[in-house]
């Protein structure tokens, strides 16, 4: 598709269980941001992949929190032993030059809803 | 720590009212990005704003970004209900990563 893809669009979890939301991103767009956002909130950076290398990962908020790119384009969130206040919705966005081309947009997917039971 | 201040938070209006919402920071960005969302979707790109001063128009809306970079805000004229949802003003660092506000929630009732 033309378009940032995520999946799974919604996804139920109890505590304790682990989970793993995948993004696609616009092919040949090199950089790629994970964003959590609650509920009426604006989104809040989790990490940046540029190309395979995750450059930022400041906002990962535990060691719960695994994001990969592996080759370079699809790029995987993972949280482990969810709780409670993981849920959110997880946005994906990709951009098409590195990131300290701060004027480049980011085109944003239609997110995964998470709800932690 | 760079933060975005966002308001109003909440703004219900009746059709064909303006309204002004306002991003204001301590820190300078080297641009500025306003978002529309909506229910289920990811945020849409409005407008980036990078130079000092700069206005940029968008049919009904108009953009600033203030002089001295640190703070922007967003005036919609005559507001329809298609306007209606949560408007986020974002802020580029250096790295690329967006620092978003807390968003404006906009009703605009028929």
């Known amino acids: 598709g033309a378009g940032v893809s995520q999946s799974p669009r919604y996804k139920v979890a109890k505590r304790g269980q682990d989970v793993a939301l995948r993004c696609d991103p616009i092919?040949?767009?090199?950089?790629l941001f994970w964003y959590q956002q609650a509920l009426g909130q604006g989104p809040e950076f989790l990490t940046y992949?540029?190309?395979?290398?995750?450059?930022?990962k400041s906002g990962l908020p535990s060691d719960r929190f695994f994001a990969e790119r592996p080759e370079g384009s699809v790029s995987t969130l993972k949280i482990q032993r969810t709780q409670q206040e993981d849920s959110a919705v997880y946005l994906c966005?990709?951009?098409f030059g590195s990131g300290g081309r701060s004027n480049q947009p980011q085109h944003f997917g239609d997110g995964t809803r998470l709800s932690i039971l | 720590t760079q933060l975005l201040e966002q308001s109003p938070q909440f703004l219900s209006i009746q059709e064909g009212e303006n309204l002004t919402v306002y991003c204001n920071s301590s820190?300078?960005?080297?641009?500025l990005q306003w978002y529309r969302q909506e229910p289920g979707e990811g945020p849409v790109l409005l407008v980036t704003?990078?130079?000092?001063?700069e206005v940029k128009k968008l049919k009904r809306l108009t953009f600033q970004f203030g002089d001295a970079r640190k703070d922007s805000s967003l005036h919609i004229t005559a507001a329809q209900p298609g306007d209606t949802g949560l408007y986020l003003c974002?802020?580029?660092?250096?790295?690329?990563?967006?620092?978003f506000g807390q968003g404006t929630t906009l009703q605009v009732k028929p």
């Open positions: 992949f540029q190309n395979e290398a995750q450059l930022d």
């Open positions: 974002a802020g580029a660092s250096n790295t690329g990563k967006l620092i």
């Open positions: 820190s300078v960005f080297s641009s």
């Open positions: 092919s040949g767009h090199v950089s």
């Open positions: 704003v990078v130079t000092g001063g």
């Open positions: 966005a990709s951009s």
